[in-house]
T-cell receptor, first 114, second 112 residues
């Protein structure tokens, strides 16, 4: 069964460092998403991406965040200068349809900022 | 702004019994989708069941069913004949276009 894969599963970084989280969505999906979940809190929407551009983003997704699909298969989330409060589980998701389809999630990348 | 509220942080149910997880949401839209996702420990979220707001009939998937009350903006999940493998975090979610909003989740424990 096709699935969304994410790497790394866990990354530890120093505050101020750049981090790139990678995702390989399901191959025939066109809509891609990043969510994050701070420990013990709700799953929060960060950004949605379609046709090589951001279609929607939340207020959390500020200038230190960026997304891209560099090679047609990977979908990456970059955090330019990490802060302590960026420590969270980051989930990638993809969907075959914009309004009606379910989201298929990866297993998440745990980011720990020291 | 849309919100999704799950008022039960944790619940427990005896194996083979039935349990209902609550979810309410707030929206001014009339056309949207509602989901229940299950997240086992250290695993990704997987879809349990989905409901289109324009459908009056409650969705059912095997042992999982929902009670969708559109006017009350309520979307509860009923799990019948609970099994040990049902132990997980359950998230209620609302979708309108690109935005999916999740509740804080309910951790379900299954007692053998």
């Amino acid at each position: 069964e096709p699935e969304v894969t994410q790497t790394p599963s866990h990354q530890v970084t120093q505050m101020g460092q750049e981090v790139i989280l990678r995702c390989v969505p399901i191959s025939n999906h066109l809509y891609f998403y990043w969510y994050r979940q701070i420990l013990g809190q709700k799953v929060e929407f960060l950004v949605s991406f379609y046709n090589n551009e951001i279609s929607e983003k939340s207020e959390i997704f500020d200038d230190q965040f960026s997304v891209e699909r560099p090679d047609g298969s990977n979908f990456t989330l970059k955090i330019r200068s990490t802060k302590l409060e960026d420590s969270a589980m980051y989930f990638c998701a993809s969907s075959g349809a914009r309004t009606t389809g379910e989201l298929f999630f990866g297993e998440g990348s745990r980011l720990t900022v020291l | 702004a849309q919100t999704v509220t799950q008022s039960q942080p944790e619940m427990s149910v005896q194996e083979a019994e039935t349990v209902t997880l609550s979810c309410t949401y707030d929206t001014s839209e009339s056309d949207y989708y509602l989901f229940w996702y299950k997240q086992p420990p250290s695993r990704q979220m997987i879809l349990v069941i989905r409901q289109e707001a324009y459908k009056q009939q409650n969705a059912t998937e095997n042992r999982f069913s929902v009670n969708f009350q559109k006017a009350a903006k309520s979307f509860s999940l009923k799990i019948s004949d609970s099994q040990l493998g049902d132990a997980a975090m359950y998230f209620c979610a609302y979708r309108r276009d690109d935005k999916i909003i999740f509740g804080k989740g309910t951790r379900l424990h299954i007692l053998p």
